[in-house]
């Protein structure tokens, strides 16, 4: 199949209309990453987002809607705690978990009674789902398992020749999806951190519960989180996590080179200098995990674009969007950080 990448403006838009209405399946840009929309009502056009992206059929699909009107034709009924939710965070980059409607079929939610719902705050989101006129059943447009999509070009990279369009409305400014948070059991339940912090949903509903899979490899109850026992985030290069000094990523880094590695590191801004003449990257700045946030993707495709084989990246305090950040990394590093006294093994110990 050939793969169309324009310009998002009113004829490409009509265009993604026409296509959704036919069955296809549209990348489009969000404020956190790229989504693979398809009609959310259609199992046929449903199934072709799984195919494009080689997605394990039993890992829910969030549906993005235009409007708050429309949140009640995904969602059979809106509680007072999702209601708080919507009130305070939406439009945003949140996605709420609710019961289900009858008419949302169990190929989207992977045969769960529930659906995460997303009302997106992106303009070119919200024109691209105006123009649809149906709920939008929408992944993150990357190959399963791979870094997320920020740009237009990460999502050709990903899915050229699988799908038929892909909206390029720049690079997404969040950086990482959507914070996803279960209002159907007692307590809120968040399952997936994001850029609308943990801070933030306990100051909107009081109490909630954090995920212990967030921070830990542990044994996830596929009917709370699906996609948690999915490896995520991965580039082709190993990730490791460095809870140290830079003078101790260093030594890690020069263990790296003599094990024959070709190392990046992924650091803080203000420490940089440090690491002459190695190999790093800006990562995060200032105490600011947001920036780390918008770019954390994009520099792991790019470690795999320069061939290098090692990405050692600094560990973030999980404080406000550190919490997203640090998520996604121990996920991209399958769980494995160093610390200080680390920094003197051979490096083949840590593979
Ligand atoms: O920012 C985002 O959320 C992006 C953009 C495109 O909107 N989308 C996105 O979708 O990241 P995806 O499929 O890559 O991640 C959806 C996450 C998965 O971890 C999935 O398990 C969870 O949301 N999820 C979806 N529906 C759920 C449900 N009914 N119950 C529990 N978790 C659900
Ligand atoms: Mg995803």
Redesign the pocket.
């Known amino acids: 199949m050939k793969t169309d990448l324009l310009p998002l403006n009113e004829r490409s838009l009509a265009l993604a209309a026409e296509l959704i209405r036919a069955g296809e399946t549209v990348a489009f840009p969000?404020e956190?990453?790229?989504?693979l929309g398809a009609d959310a009502r259609n199992e046929s056009a449903v199934a072709r987002i799984f195919e494009a992206k080689g997605r394990p059929n039993d890992?829910?699909?969030?549906v993005?809607v235009a409007d708050k009107e429309q949140i009640l034709s995904v969602a059979a009924e809106i509680s007072p705690a999702a209601q708080k939710l919507i009130d305070a965070f939406m439009p945003g980059?949140i996605?709420v978990?609710m019961p289900k409607r009858p008419d949302i079929p169990l190929c989207v939610?992977g045969g769960?009674d529930?659906?995460?719902v997303?009302l997106?705050v992106h303009e070119g989101a919200r024109r691209f789902l105006r123009a649809c006129g149906c709920p939008i059943a929408?992944?993150?447009a990357n190959s399963s398992g791979k870094p997320?999509p920020t740009t237009a070009r990460h999502v050709w990279d990903d899915l050229k020749n699988k799908i038929p369009l892909i909206l390029d409305g720049g690079a997404c400014g969040g950086g990482v999806?959507?914070t996803?948070i279960?209002v159907c059991g007692s307590v809120p339940l968040l399952?997936?951190p994001g850029l609308v912090t943990a801070e933030q949903l306990t100051a909107v509903l009081g109490k909630i519960d954090i995920h212990p899979a967030i921070l830990r490899a542990v044994e996830v109850d596929r009917a709370a989180?699906?996609?948690?026992k999915y490896k995520h985030y991965a580039p082709r290069a190993r990730v490791l996590v460095l809870d140290m000094p830079a003078r101790d990523a260093c030594r890690v880094y020069d263990a790296a080179i003599a094990a024959g590695k070709k190392p990046l590191l992924l650091w803080r801004e203000e420490e940089l200098s440090a690491f002459a003449p190695r190999h790093a990257l800006p990562f995060y700045a200032h105490g600011d995990a947001s920036i780390a946030a918008r770019g954390l993707f994009a520099a792991l495709r790019r470690a795999d674009d320069e061939g290098f084989d090692t990405v050692l990246v600094t560990a973030v305090p999980t404080d406000g969007a550190g919490l997203s950040v640090m998520n996604r990394l121990l996920r991209a590093a399958s769980f494995t950080v160093l610390h200080a006294q680390d920094a003197q093994k051979p490096f083949s110990s840590y593979e």
Do not use: D, F, K, Q
């Open positions: 969000t956190t990453v790229y989504g890992n829910p699909l969030i993005h980059p996605t978990v939610t769960l529930t659906v995460g997303r997106p929408a992944p993150s997320s999806e959507s996803v279960s399952l997936r989180s699906p996609g948690m």
